[in-house]
């Protein structure tokens, strides 16, 4: 019996290693690129559905904050006071919590700056060698001073690096509720010559300071039943993953500060004036361009003095995932209404005077316009007011974002390169409230879900703003130079943002480009649209994963599209189809009507008489490991023109070449595949028949141009 044994595993060893030649023999595994995602693919379950929407048992945690925040404009400093109220809405026992500490990469000992590569260059500008070389280490990171239950008593707590674990006295059971409190402060940081997505800027002719202040609180980090505890490290690049709660927040800062934050405002008597308050209701009522509620000239009267009181400002912020504030003496401010489908959302802009006549010109209605066209094709914008801060940066939270943009001609005045960039970060940061802040994504794992979709809506708030807007980001040819480098230097999109080495293309570009490649080319601006808002819809105030999104847009158009995730998102695969081959016919008909098709081998596609049905035999090769639609092109005698496009299924038996024949009662002469650049194709030198030749001085001119 054991011979035997031995004599079938033989048997089986055997012809598992002819089948593994097999597969193997060019080189590369040959599995059919059409097969499903049934292994890269969660199973589906009872909290998420096979068709990507949440299951009947879906749940997630609620985190709510009561703070009180005090900036110290003298010592560039925060003191928070803090109240977490930790709701388990999970079927799971918890024996402990997990807080972001996100001050903490800036701490004198964080590890951050270890793990990255550097060499000395050169040439370094004065405010790159200040950061790379201070002085003394800049120590911003979290104090934490007190971490007590909700009666005062000490609560066992462990720090690691960003992180903080809460031992909780005993397990909080399922659909329990813990509070507890942590006091902190921090320096904080100048983002302009130490970096960062928030801190203040500094203006050494008068002597004042912007702040735009996020990631200024311990948080909690997300529980689910995907990742359990959602609790890498923050290294600095990969953002964020938090649940929704409800957040009282007060704020102490200087007397003479104006500010905007997260939240309704509750107190406004006690921080504006009348006359402000007047121009707030004229706000309210105007929806055609903003009005001005504290001028220019006003802001530069009180950036020349510096009180010594204080003023707090009272918000209260329900249903949000995160927090965040700006603040000046130098703060301009203005506001107006948009009206999404009959209800009033207030767009509004803080800028010093630095950043004007561009911000005053642009902001506010590049804010109003992200409202509207992310409204149209997800949901209705939920909040009451979207903010556009002047910050220098471009960085994201609920209801507020922080924005470059400064004049930067002679005469105080813009340039085109200036305003686009400016409007397109403005509509890329405000779109962000709707991914992630609302299709709450895991930032920290999957990059794209925030970045790429936000991204793709961009471009269609850019067209809305600007009809000739200059999209960099997106469209199908802007995307060839980075997917045909290195392939050594591309990682797939499905990886975590900290281990890619081009981050923008990763992350932005290619998924922005797969979309618009989805809507524009494959599956069409109907199905698209319908399948990416129900997607939104579905997950908003969620906590959406990749297959939910995968399978909500194949669930909600009845298109197949496993083979498309698979290739522009799980491999580092290049689009290349060509013209391999055009063969002529010439039929001629038989006494019994039968009919014969005979090869035309003359050269080129002319034929050698006229015809009154003309017969192409095309074959099309794919060098490129992609799988897509083969857009042809084909250019008549009489110079019209006729455009048809074969399915990716195509390439369904063969994924190298396959043969399509054409016919016409026009002679054909020329064809070209991808006329119009829509599917990304990395080499346009085989896309078209008879093959054109570049001269001496075409490579001058594409050099020229270059």
């Known amino acids: 019996m054991k011979k035997n044994i031995l004599f079938v595993f033989s048997i089986f060893f055997a012809i ?58 003298d010592k560039q400093s925060i003191t928070g006071n803090e109240t977490i109220t930790y709701h388990n809405n999970s079927t799971d026992e918890l024996t402990y919590l997990w807080v972001q500490l996100d001050q903490n990469m800036r701490a004198a000992d964080s590890k951050t700056p270890d793990i990255a590569p550097t060499k000395i260059r050169k040439k370094l500008p004065k405010r790159f060698y200040d950061r790379a070389f201070p002085e003394k280490p800049f120590d911003g990171g979290f104090k934490i001073t ?19 674990r809460i031992n909780l006295p005993q397990p909080l059971a399922s659909g329990d509720t813990f509070k507890f409190n942590i006091n902190w402060w921090y320096y904080i940081n100048n983002h302009r010559t130490q970096g960062g997505r928030s801190g203040y800027e500094h203006f050494p002719e008068d002597n004042n300071n912007n702040y ?7 948080r909690l980090c997300v529980y689910d039943n995907v990742e359990g505890w959602q609790n890498d490290q923050f290294w600095g690049r990969s953002e964020f993953a938090l649940e929704f709660g409800d957040f009282n927040v007060n704020i102490t800062v200087p007397a003479d500060h104006m500010l905007g934050a997260t939240g309704v405002l509750l107190n406004k008597k006690d921080v504006f004036s009348k006359t ?45 995932r995160d927090y965040a504030f700006a603040t000046s003496r130098k703060f301009i401010f203005d506001a107006m209404a948009v009206d999404i489908n009959g209800k009033t959302v207030m767009a509004e802009s803080l800028y010093s005077k630095e950043a004007n006549p561009l911000y005053g010109d642009h902001s506010t209605r590049a804010v109003a316009q992200t409202l509207k066209t992310y409204s149209r094709y997800t949901f209705d914008y939920p909040y009451h007011k979207a903010i556009s801060v002047d910050g220098q940066m ?94 050594a230097r591309i990682a797939p999109i499905m990886s975590k943002g900290d281990n890619v080495y081009s981050f923008g293309n990763n992350a932005y570009g290619k998924p922005a480009t797969a979309l618009w490649i989805l809507r524009e080319t494959i599956m069409g601006k109907e199905l698209f649209d319908h399948a990416f808002a129900t997607y939104s819809k579905r997950w908003k105030f969620k906590h959406p994963t990749p297959a939910d999104f995968f399978r909500s847009m194949e669930d909600a158009s009845a298109m197949d599209l496993d083979w498309f995730w ?29 009919v014969n098709f005979t090869e035309d081998t003359s050269n080129g596609l002319g034929f050698t008489k006229k015809q009154s049905k003309y017969h192409y ?41 396959v043969t399509k024949v054409f016919s016409s009662s026009k002679e054909v002469q020329n064809i070209t595949i991808d006329p119009d650049l829509e599917t990304a194709d990395v080499d346009t030198s085989n896309n078209s028949w008879p093959k054109k030749t570049t001269t001496k001085f075409d490579k001058f001119k594409n050099k020229v141009k270059g």
């Open 16 to 73: 598992a290693t002819v089948f593994a030649q097999q597969i193997t023999k060019e080189g590369h595994t040959n599995q059919n690129k059409f097969r499903q995602l049934k292994q890269e693919l969660p199973t589906p379950n009872s909290q998420r559905t096979a068709s990507g929407a949440p299951g009947i048992k879906y749940t997630q945690q609620k985190v709510d904050y009561t703070m009180d925040i005090v900036l110290n404009d």
């Open 394 to 487: 471009g960085m994201e939270y609920p209801q507020i974002c922080f924005n470059p943009g400064r004049p930067d001609l002679a005469d105080g005045g813009y340039s085109d390169r200036v305003k686009y960039r400016m409007v397109k970060v403005t509509i890329h940061e405000v779109g962000h409230n709707f991914f992630p802040m609302i299709v709450n994504s895991d930032e920290r794992q999957w990059t794209w879900m925030d970045e790429g979709l936000n991204s793709y809506m961009e471009m269609l708030a850019e067209l809305d703003y600007d009809k000739d807007f200059p999209i960099t980001r997106g469209y199908p040819k802007n995307i060839v130079k980075y997917m045909s480098g290195d392939q």
């Open 617 to 657: 035999e095309i074959t099309y090769n794919k060098p490129g490991g992609l799988v897509m639609p083969i857009i042809v092109e084909f250019t008549y005698k009489d110079g019209t023109k006729e455009k048809k496009t074969y399915p990716a299924q195509i390439w369904r038996y063969n994924d190298k070449e």
């Open 146 to 164: 007190n971490v007590t239950n909700a009666d005062g008593t000490k609560l066992s707590h462990t720090i690691n690096q960003t992180m903080m």
């Open 566 to 594: 698979r290739g522009w998102f799980y491999s580092t695969d290049v689009t290349d189809i060509g013209v391999k081959e055009v063969k002529k016919f010439y039929t001629t008909t038989n006494e019994d009507d039968s």
């Open 276 to 320: 402000e308050l007047k121009r707030i209701e004229t706000a309210r009522k105007t929806f055609d361009k903003p009005v001005i509620i504290r001028t220019q000239k006003e802001a530069e009267k009180i950036e020349q003095g510096r009180s010594k009181k204080t003023k707090t400002w009272k918000f209260k912020a329900t249903n949000v």
């Open 212 to 218: 735009v202040i996020a990631q200024f609180y311990p």
